[in-house]
């Protein structure tokens, strides 16, 4: 499937954005789907994962982020409040495909979207 983010921007810290992931397909037809984040010199780590079991967020985004979707649009979205310099990065949309009985799953990646809080 393909993902296709939008939202990002230059926003100024204790601002917000909204970042969206429309997909090609019928998003709850995924085993999950997530936001990830990459900085520069920095691995790329999970921010948020919503799947039918619920939601994940990282420690450091919680009560900060929070991470929804919407079948009739087949949007996955990411409410950023409180923003703060250290969440500059970009960041990817995810989707999970369970492939075979054994549970093995197959990755779809968004191109990402720059976010860039200032000071």
């Known amino acids: 499937a393909r993902l296709v983010e939008s939202g990002g921007g230059l926003v100024q810290a204790g601002g917000s954005l909204r970042l969206s992931c429309v997909a090609t397909?019928?998003?709850?037809?995924?085993?999950?789907m997530g936001w990830y984040r990459q900085a520069p010199g920095k691995q790329r780590e999970l921010v948020a994962s919503?799947?039918?079991?619920?939601?994940i967020y990282a420690d450091s985004v919680k009560g900060r982020f929070s991470i929804s979707r919407d079948g009739a649009v087949d949007t996955l979205y990411l409410q950023m409040n409180s923003l703060k310099p250290e969440d500059t990065a970009v960041y990817y949309c995810?989707?999970?495909?369970?492939?075979?009985?054994?549970?093995?799953?197959?990755?779809?990646w968004g191109q990402g979207t720059q976010v860039t809080v200032s000071s």
């Open positions: 995810n989707a999970e495909t369970v492939v075979n009985v054994e549970g093995a799953k197959a990755a779809d």
């Open positions: 397909r019928n998003i709850f037809s995924f085993e999950s």
């Open positions: 919503i799947s039918s079991s619920g939601t």
